[in-house]
């Protein structure tokens, strides 16, 4: 029975915890909430949601993932993808700004939690392998340009909307005469100057004196900087009343108690995006948890982390909040911060609920334009279109799968993407290993190995078919093994021999015994003898608990040498020069 630290990891690291810990989270509590705030609000434009839903997505969230989450900097909220995702999942069942479109997001994350909260708790969370690096990678970079090109709207002051590339695109085609100017230069500073705080804000503070790690953190907090002086400007030159869209009035309070709606009509609607958004969510959360606990040599635990992600979405879903995953900036700047615990995301919450309490009349004058300059520049750091190019230099398959993935998402929706890059992934794997790679070996002069015919210079024995299988046997490759040995029997008229070598073979399933059994009875009536080589246990096992080894007209040799020596020797008749070596046989 798991012991009860292992769900609850606070009484592991809480017994710890220490005055040196306390500083370093407070510390990163402090600088994380400054950059959360704009990140904040901006998600949740990007969601379609209300400015304040963005920090009540980050407190509630964020508490709950520190009492249940194994990651040490991992620091959850809401994220561009999840956020971008949601818009697209509840766009389509109600308008953005009306009651029923909060009530969905927030059923939307209910969903996600519990869906995240059941696969961590049946321990599975090895169904995210299902999505391949490529194909994640192609999502992460489609959406990417989608989400930039959502926010253009915007950056320019024109109406828009759509929620793939052709419908953005065309929108802002049709709206493009009426930009608004003072938005435009807005937008379009904000942008210039993010992309310099990026590359020239951290060399200007160290030459100010500042230390690397200071440096650095202050260059993180560009954003604020941004916010700052765009809504001074809307102030003093009054430009909401020339057109610029603002933030507007946010309500000062604490996250409320929400309610998800239970309607099963809306439920059967956005079940299928909550899952897609728990396994992205997952799999980006896990990324990014698994790189910054190896840098301190810590110990991330999958399915532990499925439940604190789950309860931080059923946290979000109860609190006016929506979807929420582990983000990878957030969490770089909360360790690099000095953050040494998960308190610190708690830290955080306290931060961000004091800034919904006394802040928020401060963004007021924020302009809308600001806060995607701040999304665009975010995420065009996800847009890796070169992993088009390693992934046709590498694998022409997984080529396919980047650009399905990317154009489907593109085309059709966040939706398509991911489904058709988990079909995709799928099927990938079907294909290649319905054709595994298979070798005629034969040794290597002068010692034990034995090597591919076809790229080493070998010694074979023209009575014995020697034949390696690279991948383990299981229903949809066991016809190709069948026709493969039928096209190498043909060949060769001098053969009495055939010895398959499983080295590589993991696994057998029931479909792959009976192929074994009939290529063995296929093989007797033809007067040629069966032989297996460096089996490994469990394919040992599975095969003593079956008739096969009984009726199998050759024998079981531990090495392959063993049975290239003992089929070698003239009249050996399976059994008697297999003991003489004090090898195992059938």
């Known amino acids: ?47 379609g949601m209300p400015p304040e839903a963005g920090i009540y997505a980050s407190i509630a969230p964020i ?20 956020s971008l995702m949601t818009a697209a999942a509840v766009g389509e069942i109600a308008a953005q700004g009306t009651a029923g479109y909060v009530a969905a997001a927030l059923t939307l994350a209910m969903l996600s939690g519990l869906m995240l909260l059941a696969l961590g708790l049946f321990r599975l969370g090895a169904f995210a392998n299902f999505l391949s690096h490529p194909v994640i990678a192609g999502f992460i970079t489609a959406s990417g340009i989608l989400i930039a090109a959502s926010q253009l709207r ?38 210039a100057f993010l992309f310099w705080v990026r590359s020239g804000l951290k060399p200007l503070l160290r030459r100010a004196g500042l230390g690397p790690r200071a440096a650095d953190i202050g260059a993180r907090t560009g954003p ?90 059923l946290g979000a879903a109860f609190t006016g909040g929506f979807p929420v995953t582990g983000g990878f900036a957030r969490s770089v700047v909360n360790r690099d911060a000095g953050a040494e615990t998960p308190a610190a995301g708690a830290y955080t919450a306290v931060g961000l609920a004091l800034a919904a309490l ?9 302009p809308k334009a600001t806060l995607a300059a701040t999304i665009i520049v975010a995420v065009l750091s996800l847009v890796d279109l070169s992993i088009l190019r390693r992934a046709w230099s590498f694998s022409r398959a997984d080529f396919g799968a980047v650009v399905t993935t990317i154009a489907l998402t593109l085309l059709i929706g966040v939706e398509a993407g991911v489904m058709a890059g988990v079909l995709v992934s799928i099927l990938i794997h079907l294909y290649k290993t319905s054709r595994p790679h298979m070798a005629v070996v034969g040794r290597v002069p002068g010692t034990e190995h034995y090597r591919n015919v076809l790229r080493h210079e070998v010694e074979t024995q023209p009575h014995v078919l020697a034949l390696r299988v ?109 003991e003489e070596h004090g090898l195992y046989v059938i």
Request: aromatic share 6%.
């Open 1 to 47: 029975m798991r012991p009860l630290s292992s769900f609850f990891p606070v009484l592991d690291w809480g017994r710890r915890y220490d005055r040196h810990a306390l500083t370093g989270d407070l510390v990163a509590a402090v600088i994380v909430t400054i950059m959360l705030i704009p990140q904040s609000l901006a998600y949740a434009l990007l969601a």
């Open 63 to 82: 508490i709950l993932y520190a009492l249940f989450g194994t990651s040490r900097a991992l620091a959850v909220g809401p994220v561009a993808v999840v």
């Open 154 to 191: 915007h950056v320019l002051g024109i109406p828009g909307g759509g929620h793939t590339l052709p419908q953005i695109a065309a929108s802002l085609w049709r709206n493009l005469p009426e930009i608004n100017l003072p938005t435009l230069v807005i937008g379009g500073g904000s942008i």
């Open 224 to 313: 604020v900087l941004a916010i700052a002086a765009s809504i001074l400007a809307v102030v003093l030159f009054d430009l909401d009343a020339h057109g610029v869209a603002i933030v507007g009035d946010v309500p000062r309070s604490l996250p409320p108690l929400t309610l998800p709606s239970f309607s099963p009509d809306l439920i059967s609607q956005l079940f299928v995006p909550a899952l897609l958004i728990s396994i992205i969510g997952f799999v980006e959360s896990i990324s990014v948890a698994r790189t910054l606990a190896a840098k301190k040599r810590q110990r991330i635990d999958p399915d532990q982390e499925l439940i604190g992600l789950g309860a931080a979405n």
């Open 358 to 366: 006394f802040l928020t009349p401060l963004i007021h004058d924020l």
């Open 470 to 578: 690279d991948e383990s046997l299981y229903f949809p490759n066991t016809h190709f093994l069948e026709d493969r040995l039928a096209e190498l029997i043909a060949e060769r008229p001098a053969l009495t021999d055939v010895v398959l070598m499983f080295p590589a073979v993991n696994d057998i399933d029931l479909s792959a015994l009976e192929s074994l059994e009939a290529i063995n009875a296929r093989l007797r009536d033809a007067d040629l003898r069966l032989h297996l080589s460096e089996v490994k246990g469990p394919v040992m096992d599975r095969l003593e608990r079956s008739h096969f080894l009984d009726e199998l007209t050759g024998g079981v040799f531990l090495s392959h040498h063993a049975a290239t020596r003992a089929l070698a020797r003239p009249g050996n008749g399976g059994n008697d020069g297999v």
